[in-house]
């Protein structure tokens, strides 16, 4: 079984560990070949729930869905519907959605992408239109703003060298979910800085990047403190739960050297970075003064703060 590293802060407010759900996105494969294989792998009972949509039960991490990733899936079932779906089923990933999981749940998941791999399941890399990802669901530590505005605010200074250290698949370019946070945002979480107010930053968010297409997607957890306030201001559909939507934006199953686990490292840099109060500090002036008034280009800062943190032992991602 593959091992995860804890979080930095392991416990949430209760003392239990923090949890992480995970989804999935693959192509190459119908979805009851997906949903059977997840059941075999992990000792589960796999059902069809609907023409395009699987579950399996009992399994090593719990309850499993299986679906097709489109809006579709949601609407009253129909011949219209299905056949929407079956036309799809070349460019629309296949979806594995799990239960909150444990590290070691994170490890058992992480066995099942070689039956998948094996079976023939494809990555992001494996076709142009293939925009297949990967989300982790992180429950946050506490309630305390602190552990919202830290890591957001790690997250941001750290993005552009988190997206040089791994590309993004070109097909993943194509599309709005691969977009960074403007620089008007990390300049105005810089201000505000690691001690500013929850409440603070939801308002820069919303003023300053009202999108869920991010790599950093943290209006569901806003939503969680203030679900009202969230819907009032975003038509995406968001649904409130206290956690950090963090969106990879590739998932290489089909590639042998890929893993869950080394995605999850890259989540282990931001919550070890925003641990670090002199980290931040340094990171947050080596920001304001490589984009000074004006910013040409986001590589120049991805290098420089890839030398921050390999000074500081953070480098991997």
């Not at 399994?59 to 579709?72: A, R, V």
């Not at 494809?122 to 505005?149: C, K, P, Q, R, Y």
């Not at 890591?151 to 097909?171: F, G, K, M, Q, V």
């Not at 306030?229 to 050297?257: N, Q």
Request: negative net charge; glycine residues 8%; hydrophobic residues 40%.
């Amino acid at each position: 079984m593959t091992a995860f590293p804890s979080l930095p802060q392991p416990m949430n407010a209760k003392g239990d560990p923090r949890l992480v759900g995970v989804e999935i996105e693959l192509g190459g494969l119908p979805v009851e070949q997906v949903a059977r294989l997840c059941a075999t792998t992990l000792d589960g009972t796999a059902s069809q729930v609907d023409s395009h949509i699987w579950r399996v039960e009992n399994s090593q991490i719990g309850e499993i869905d299986i679906y097709l990733d489109i809006f579709l899936r949601n609407s009253q079932q129909s011949k219209l519907r299905d056949l929407a779906l079956d036309l799809g089923r070349d460019v629309v990933p296949v979806e594995i959605v799990t239960e909150p999981l444990d590290m070691d749940g994170l490890g058992r998941l992480d066995d099942l992408r070689n039956a998948l791999r094996d079976a023939g399941a494809l990555g992001s890399g494996a076709g142009w239109f293939f925009g297949f990802g990967l989300h982790l669901n992180i429950e946050m530590a506490s309630e305390a703003d602190a552990d919202t505005v830290r890591p957001l605010l790690a997250y941001a200074l750290i993005e552009d060298w988190l997206r040089a250290a791994n590309p993004i698949d070109e097909s993943r370019r194509l599309l709005p979910f691969t977009d960074p946070y403007p620089i008007d945002f990390t300049r105005a979480l810089i201000k505000a800085g690691p001690g500013a107010s929850r409440d603070h930053v939801t308002g820069l968010y919303l003023e300053l990047t009202p999108s869920r297409n991010r790599g950093l997607d943290m209006l569901p957890l806003f939503a969680h403190f203030d679900e009202a306030r969230i819907r009032a201001a975003i038509t995406d559909k968001t649904s409130a739960r206290p956690t950090f939507h963090f969106r990879l934006p590739d998932c290489r199953i089909d590639e042998r050297g890929w893993c869950i686990a080394d995605e999850w490292q890259r989540w282990l840099t931001v919550e070890r970075a925003a641990a670090d109060t002199a980290l931040l500090t340094r990171l947050s002036q080596a920001w304001l003064d490589d984009h000074g008034l004006l910013t040409l280009s986001r590589q120049s800062w991805a290098t420089r703060a890839g030398r921050i943190l390999q000074s500081a032992g953070l480098d991997r991602a």
